[in-house]
């Protein structure tokens, strides 16, 4: 239960944190100051907005107090866009470790990452010495090997025979060398469990980037974790929680001196919503769309 509370001598009643509030929390008492609403401090979710949207800082829940938000502070929209455009995936890095210092601000990132339903059940794995990835490295590729010569799956050998033979020769094929990575799990019952860690692998890319890191999403490493379940125990992922998605981080070794020239996507620009008419058969075709792969 959160403990909500108004300062009156700075309140000037002006009612955004009560039209802000996602949870119904706050309401406006007889004097019009606002204050908790009948069981609102059971509803709140502890987003905090109201502490942010609140223009003289007069609201504090729990310990959280406005005095020690930041100000905002907004990169120009270009400088934005231009960190989206040259961000790369790396497949290369250098051997270097990443420092503590950046270690530290990608940490100090990550509570401001949104989740859904304010469900702050993300868990984090960061493999910040080389050493340990290293034994993971070994560790997945004489698993691997053992699966691919496996007779009871000659399908699978078949289809991944040229990574077999990388695996063989000692090359690295699924995490490219990187000396780190970071693994993002969700709580099982988490409202958003496959959402939320996209989400933050995301912040964690841009942000990474800014800092001259490279990263790379590795699904071959999310199959691992999938098809490894000791690969959760090693990388320590807290009971109840399911690793989601796996990003190798490190110093690039290459370096691209321009942007690529992506296709773009197919856009629908909606004006007006026409009259839509459905046979059952395209219903339950889109549902099956819907769900597939959900």
Known sequence: MSKIEINKEKCIRCGACIKDCIAYSIEAGADLFPQPANRGEERCIGCTHCIAVCPVGAISINDKNPENSLNPTLPKSDEVLGLIQTRRSIR?????????????????????????????????????????MDTIRNYVRVKLLKILNSSFMPKLANKFAKYKTAFENGEDVIFRGAPHMVVVSSHIH?????????????????????????????????????LLPKLSEMVQIPDGYKPVYVMLLGYPAVKYHRTTQPDSFPITEIKEIQDVKMSWTKKARRILLNFIRG
């Open 92 to 132: 290369q890095y250098k051997s270097e470790e990443i420092s503590p210092e950046l270690f530290a601000k990608l940490k100090s990132m990550l509570p401001y990452i949104p989740t859904g339903c304010n469900a702050n059940t993300l868990h984090f794995s960061f493999v910040e010495h080389s050493s340990a």
């Open 190 to 226: 988490a409202p958003c469990a496959n959402v939320d860690p996209i989400i933050a692998l995301s912040y964690i890319e841009l942000y990474a980037h800014s800092l001259g890191l490279g990263t790379c999403w590795c699904g071959f490493a999310q199959a691992c974790f999938k």
